[in-house]
């Protein structure tokens, strides 16, 4: 039997994971299969434990359960310590449940490896302050940019959340009404805004001609903040198909000691959008 992988959430039938996951296999001549679990929500500790036994060798999570997950491990990564959640499960050679979150760091090579935006002391303004923010903050800083002002709908979430960070940087928040009117080095869309087609009402001088914004959604068509972006003749207009092969790309990596290629998987992937 070879070794079995997961993405587990609810809902998790639209998951990409499973098709990157075998394709980084195949890439890496790893001999595993990865599929996708849908558990109710009373059920996920539980089947978690089920799941990572025998030939069960690691789990990712989605939606909702990242935080759980989180709290389930009896060990984690710093960079999951940090986010206050994980999307990667899996045993230590002592059997405690391991827990680490690839997201931020797969956000930070989309954005400097494969789009070379530079990090380095950037101006960065992030808007949104729920669990995908949480997540990427501590890459962020750790990758050296020079300050983040979170700018959230709810005011008191941007700064409970700065408030968690200011420890490693220049971290500030603030209500989209409160954005000051000056370009950016990099904007980075982290709200779920785009899910209902909205745009979060941010000033257009954030953006110059040298500014780079992110949106860590994606899809066959430009996002709505993507497409804003692109108006206003932003510098680079970047969606999140690569943050979530980059993610995975790091989720394969701590679990099978080889890092995947991902340059021809993201491109994969962005054709199979565009066909459907
Ligand atoms: P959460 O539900 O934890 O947070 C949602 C955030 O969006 C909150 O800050 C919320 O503001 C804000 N928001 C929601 N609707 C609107 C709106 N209409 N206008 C303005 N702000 C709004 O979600 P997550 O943090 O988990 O996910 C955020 C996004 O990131 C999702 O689109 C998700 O798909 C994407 N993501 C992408 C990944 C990738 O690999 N590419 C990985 C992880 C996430 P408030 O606090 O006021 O409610």
């Not at 999570?61 to 060990?75: D, G, M, N, S, Y």
């Not at 066959?220 to 993610?247: H, K, N, S, Y």
Request: net charge negative; charged share 20%; aromatic share 6%.
């Amino acid at each position: 039997m070879s070794d079995r992988y997961a993405v587990m959430g609810n809902p998790v039938a639209h998951s990409k994971s499973p098709q990157i996951h075998t394709r980084f296999a195949e890439l890496t001549d790893q001999a595993l299969t990865y599929g996708a679990v849908h558990v109710e929500s009373p059920d996920f500790e539980t089947e978690v434990g089920r799941f990572l036994q025998g030939d069960g060798k690691g789990l990712n999570i989605t939606v909702p359960f990242k935080e759980r997950a989180w709290a389930l491990a009896q060990w984690r990564s710093e960079r999951a310590e940090r986010a206050g959640a994980a999307n990667t499960l899996y045993r230590l050679e002592d059997g405690r449940l391991a827990a680490d979150n690839t997201d931020g760091v797969g956000l930070v090579r989309d954005l400097r490896d494969n789009h070379g935006v530079k990090l380095a002391g950037a101006r960065v303004l992030v808007l949104g302050a729920g669990g995908a923010v949480r997540g990427v903050m501590h890459p962020l800083l750790e990758a050296g940019v020079g300050s983040v002002l979170i700018a959230n709908r709810t005011v008191s979430r941007a700064e409970e959340l700065a408030s968690l960070f200011t420890d490693e940087g220049e971290v500030s928040a603030c209500g989209f009404d409160a954005i000051p009117a000056e370009a950016f080095d990099l904007v980075i869309n982290g709200t779920s805004a785009s899910l209902q087609g909205e745009l979060p009402p941010v000033p257009a001088a954030v953006v110059a001609a040298n500014t780079a914004c992110y949106d860590m959604m994606y899809g066959a068509e430009p996002t709505p903040f993507c497409q804003w972006a692109m108006d206003l003749d932003a510098g680079r207009v970047i969606d999140g198909l690569g943050m979530l092969v980059e993610q995975a790309a790091e989720a394969f990596s701590v679990w099978r000691g080889v890092t995947p290629e991902t340059a021809s998987v993201i491109d994969q992937l962005r054709a199979s959008l565009d066909t459907k």
